[in-house]
């Protein structure tokens, strides 16, 4: 919601226009959105009588029963538009198909439309939203880690158009977000410690306590996907609880202010400063906590370097990522990369480099004056650090497989399974967690690990001016997956 004030000055030459908008939006946490004991969501829309949900089809194929019952249970009438997940569909077409569902619904002027899914799926319907009569009112319910810490806090929202990664969009706020952690029943391991990057890079840079609990309690944040599993320790619940809450308000403290990305200088830029070339060189993409990962750590590297971070505070940060099971190396980052990745972040960022290192743990400073000498030399010795750790700093389910691309759809008896291991709903008798027709295992971005080779269609890269097509990926890919299939466990 915004208000706009402006004054209107006569110049010699003819006017001046100044204006302020004022911009207000709500985050609410609440364990269960879609539980009828809970009436926040439903309460938004009780104006209007109905619902038109944008969401992302796996996430619908999990929830999709529970989420009608709900508004069935408030007397709302829901209308759902399901969209694929990955980058394949993070395009104008999806965007368009968006636009003509809220035709089709006729939305009205103020109505709000619900956008339930990852990052990718609010990055489109968000800029569906801002496009439908220039300003049409939304309210998210992000389902991953990243969406719920990172990016439920921006207000950008984006399509990929010709060459180019978020060419078109907006900043375009929410009416409101509900954040609902339950989620993180059903998204898989991989993907949780995908997540637990962004929380690395907040805390490193500006939230001392909230990595000292991280760091304390790592491994079972991700085992037990951040305190929701069951039996989970309360101890471990409540640090969750805490980490994220603190997490999310404190990069808010930090975009608010900037939320049209006036200025350049970012503490949440740390670590994509060359993550964007690290998630695509290699042949089988990088997924995106991974690569920003290896960028954090090459930064701390360079930090401690310049005597700007302690040995402690940089083996410690290492630590922490290693035992994450996140990369802090690649064999491909060499110093053609380096110089690749300077290159195009100078022209995003107005050709100074404003490369965010922590400097000491929990505060940020920025560098700007770094030759591309001293770029090369730091990276040897990074190199030569990483050569040190476990798995010689590779990280755990680093790779993308074809759940992040999107080209893969649940199955109905793997959506009921997941979802009533999770708690969503009770798993009809009999019924138990199956193989799709071709003899793979088909389950989505953010609910579990794909199992497919049959990879058609083009990828945007997080690179500017990049495409990758992904029949050039798929034979690493389906040797990737392949392999994994090899020792596939089906549980019970």
């Not at 389902?143 to 010709?162: Q, W």
Request: aromatic share 8%.
């Amino acid at each position: 919601m915004s208000d706009l004030k402006a004054t209107v000055q006569p110049t010699p030459q003819g006017f001046h226009v100044e204006g302020y908008e004022k911009i207000e939006y709500d985050f609410t946490f609440v364990d269960g959105v879609f539980d009828i004991s809970h009436t926040q969501l439903a309460d938004c829309y009780k104006k209007w009588g109905r619902v038109l949900a944008i969401m992302d089809k796996n996430v619908y194929s999990l929830y999709g029963a529970k989420m009608d019952k709900y508004f069935r249970h408030f007397g709302l009438e829901l209308k759902v538009h399901q969209t694929s997940i990955g980058e394949k569909a993070k395009s104008i077409d999806t965007f368009l198909s968006i636009a003509d569902s809220m035709t089709d619904f006729g939305i009205v002027r103020k109505e709000p439309v619900l956008v339930v899914g990852g990052g990718l799926v609010t990055d489109v319907a968000g800029f569906a939203c801002a496009a439908y009569r220039r300003n049409t009112n939304y309210i998210r319910v992000p389902t991953t880690v990243i969406g719920l810490i990172d990016a439920s806090v921006s207000i950008k929202v984006a399509v990929n158009y010709g060459r180019y990664k978020n060419r078109l969009g907006a900043y375009h706020a929410p009416m409101h977000t509900f954040l609902d952690f339950t989620f993180l029943r059903t998204l898989p391991t991989a993907q949780v410690r995908n997540g637990f990057a962004e929380l690395i890079k907040i805390s490193s840079c500006a939230h001392l306590q909230v990595f000292d609990l991280l760091d304390k309690f790592c491994e079972q944040l991700i085992e037990t996907k951040f305190g929701r599993a069951d039996n989970a320790p309360a101890e471990v619940r409540n640090a969750a609880d805490f980490i994220n809450r603190e997490g999310i308000y404190e990069m808010l403290k930090l975009e608010s202010p900037n939320l049209h990305e006036i200025g350049l200088d970012r503490v949440i830029a740390y670590g994509h400063t060359w993550s964007p070339l690290h998630e695509l060189i290699p042949e089988t993409p990088l997924r995106h906590g991974h690569a920003i990962s290896i960028d954090m750590a090459f930064s701390a590297t360079l930090a401690h370097q310049r005597g700007l971070l302690s040995d402690g505070d940089h083996r410690r940060l290492l630590n922490l990522f290693s035992r994450a099971g996140l990369s802090i190396d690649h064999p491909l980052f060499d110093d053609s990369v380096l110089d690749k990745g300077t290159e195009a972040i100078l022209k995003t960022r107005d050709g100074l480099l404003r490369l965010a290192v922590p400097s000491p743990l929990g505060n940020c400073t920025f560098l700007n004056d770094v030759p591309a000498q001293e770029l090369m030399d730091a990276l040897r010795i990074h190199k030569a650090i990483a050569k040190t750790y476990p798995r010689e700093g590779a990280g755990v389910e680093a790779y993308v497989d074809s759940s992040d691309t999107g080209y893969t759809e649940y199955d109905t008896a793997t959506s009921v399974n997941i979802a009533a291991k999770a708690g969503a709903f009770s798993r009809p008798q009999g019924l138990e967690l199956g193989l799709s027709r071709d003899g793979n295992r088909d389950l989505g971005e953010d609910y579990g690990n794909n199992y497919t080779t049959s990879s058609t269609g083009s990828l945007f890269d997080k690179a500017e001016g990049v495409i990758v097509n992904a029949k050039e990926l798929s034979k690493g890919l389906a040797k990737d997956l392949a392999d994994t299939c090899k020792g596939l466990q089906v549980p019970a």
